[in-house]
T-cell receptor, first 114, second 113 residues
Framework: DTAVSQTPKYLVTQMGNDKSIKCEQNLGHDTMYWYKQDSKKFLKIMFSYNNKELIINETVPNRFSPKSPDKAHLNLHINSLELGDSAVYFCASSQEGGGNYGYTFGSGTRLTVV | GENVEQHPSTLSVQEGDSAVIKCTYS??????FPWYKQELGKGPQLIIDIRSNVGEKKDQRIAVTLNKTAKHFSLHITETQPEDSAVYFC????????????FGKGTKLSVKP
C-alpha cells in the first residue's frame, strides 16, 4: 500500500504544452510538498502546502501551480512547458510542516520536454 | 535562511570499510536533522534522523552524530555492503523563517565488492 503515490512515472511532452502531475498520500499527513531534482541530483523545494497556507519558493516560475482538492492530494500543473523544465519531480508529505518531521517521498515523475 | 553544505559529493569505498558523510548548517535555530538514501530510479527514503537534544543515534550499521556548537552533523555507515550504494542527502529543519527541510546537495556513495 503505497504511502505517497505519483502519476505518471514518466511524462514526455512538447514545448509549449500544459501538463499535470498527480500526487496522493494515505498517511494522514497535514503538509505536502513538491520538489524538483535536476540532473545533478539537487533537491529544490518548489512548494509546501497545508490546509491553511501555501508557501511558494520565489524562484519557481508562475507557470507552475499546485492544486489541492483535499488534504490527501497535491497536484502540480505546469503551463507552457520549456526545455529547462525537464527534471524529476518529487511529491512528499510530512506529519506537520515547519521542518520538524521527516518527509515521505513519492517515487518521482521524470518529465522530459522535447 | 538555512543553508546546508554536504561533503564529499562522491565517495568510493571497498566493501566492509566504513563511510562517513559530513554536513554543516548555518541556522542555529535548526533542531531536526534527517538523512535520506536515494537508490536509482526511486525517491529519497528516510534512513535515520536526530534532534538537537541528542548528540548521537545508532541504528544497526548506521549512526548519526551532531555537534550543535560547530553546527555540523555526520552520517557513519560501518561494514559497508554493495546495497549501500546510493545517493545520500542530509537535511536540516525546524528553525528559521523558511519552515521546510533544507537539503544538502547529496553524496554519491559507491561500495565496491
Amino acid at each position: 500500500d503505497t504511502a505517497v503515490s505519483q502519476t505518471p512515472k514518466y511524462l514526455v511532452t512538447q514545448m509549449g504544452n500544459d501538463k499535470s502531475i498527480k500526487c496522493e498520500q494515505n498517511l494522514g499527513h497535514d503538509t505536502m510538498y513538491w520538489y524538483k531534482q535536476d540532473s545533478k541530483k539537487f533537491l529544490k523545494i518548489m512548494f509546501s502546502y497545508n490546509n491553511k497556507e501555501l508557501i511558494i519558493n520565489e524562484t519557481v516560475p508562475n507557470r507552475f501551480s499546485p492544486k489541492s482538492p483535499d488534504k490527501a492530494h497535491l497536484n502540480l500543473h505546469i503551463n507552457s512547458l520549456e526545455l529547462g523544465d525537464s527534471a524529476v519531480y518529487f511529491c512528499a508529505s510530512s506529519q506537520e510542516g515547519g521542518g520538524n518531521y521527516g518527509y515521505t517521498f513519492g517515487s518521482g515523475t521524470r518529465l522530459t520536454v522535447v | 535562511g538555512e543553508n546546508v553544505e554536504q561533503h564529499p559529493s562522491t565517495l568510493s569505498v571497498q566493501e566492509g570499510d566504513s563511510a562517513v558523510i559530513k554536513c554543516t548548517y548555518s541556522d542555529s535555530a535548526s533542531n531536526y536533522f534527517p538523512w535520506y538514501k536515494q537508490e536509482l530510479g526511486k525517491g529519497p527514503q528516510l534512513i535515520i534522523d536526530i534532534r538537537s537534544n541528542v548528540g548521537e543515534k545508532k541504528d544497526q550499521r548506521i549512526a548519526v552524530t551532531l555537534n550543535k556548537t560547530a553546527k555540523h552533523f555526520s552520517l557513519h555507515i560501518t561494514e559497508t555492503q554493495p546495497e549501500d550504494s546510493a545517493v545520500y542527502f542530509c537535511a536540516a529543519g525546524g528553525g528559521g523563517s523558511q519552515g521546510n527541510l533544507i537539503f544538502g546537495k547529496g553524496t554519491k556513495l559507491s561500495v565496491k565488492p
